[in-house]
């Protein structure tokens, strides 16, 4: 209940983590909505090099059985985001994605495949992680959070999750979406790909 007396639009938020799946990155959002609504990170298995199938199992396994709540994908989730939202529980009201995209976002890494997953994701300098990631203009303290949660995954795992992101399409399952659903999802994500769009911002 807000301080209002009024019930919040959603009781609860879930939020998808990007390509590290600890959803640790999102401990400053969680702080700033200081419990309202109350917030449920989905985490994925660390040691385990599951694709984009396996990883909506997961997310869909532990949605909230009751009450209404909101969908954020952040990043590599988005696709799973949008998955789910286009064939949705009852009580989902609203998918949000952040940086992120229904397809590839970047179709020229496809054809670097085998040069991309020569080198292990840790010996990469910060400065290309961040760019890919997150994007040029972004603060120290953030590409330094982000090298802390990338080195808790194995190589592998980050690497089986690029592969998935070089090969994703779901932009059919974001056209099935309502007219008034996709305005509610596009708003939300600043870094997008819908069916037509031409994005070229990072997993």
């Known amino acids: 209940m807000s301080a209002s007396g009024e019930r919040p639009p959603i009781d609860t ?35 385990d090099t599951l694709g984009y199938q396996e990883l909506e199992a997961i997310v869909r396994s532990q949605l909230p059985a009751g009450g209404r709540f909101a969908l954020l994908g952040e990043s590599f989730s988005g696709p799973i985001a949008i998955s789910v939202a286009a064939s949705p529980p009852p009580n989902l009201v609203a998918c949000v994605l952040c940086c992120s ?65 070089l090969d994703i399409d779901v932009t059919q399952r974001f056209t099935r979406l309502s007219a008034g659903e996709r305005r509610q999802v596009n708003s939300a994500g ?11 911002d990072p997993a």
Do not use: M
């Open 101 to 165: 995209f229904s397809r590839n976002p970047r179709p020229e890494l496809a054809r670097l495949r085998a040069a991309l997953f020569a080198v292990s994701p840790s010996l990469a300098p910060t400065w290309l992680i961040a760019g890919i990631l997150l994007g040029r203009h972004t603060a120290p303290s953030l590409r330094a959070a982000l090298r802390e949660v990338l080195g808790k995954v194995p190589a592998r795992v980050i690497q089986a999750r690029l592969r998935e992101v």
């Open 13 to 47: 938020i879930v939020l998808l983590p990007g390509l590290d799946g600890t959803g640790e990155l999102f401990a400053s959002f969680v702080q700033a909505l200081c419990g309202q609504p109350s917030v449920q990170i989905v985490r994925y298995p660390v040691n």
């Open 190 to 200: 600043r870094r997008r790909r819908p069916a037509k769009a031409q994005s070229r």
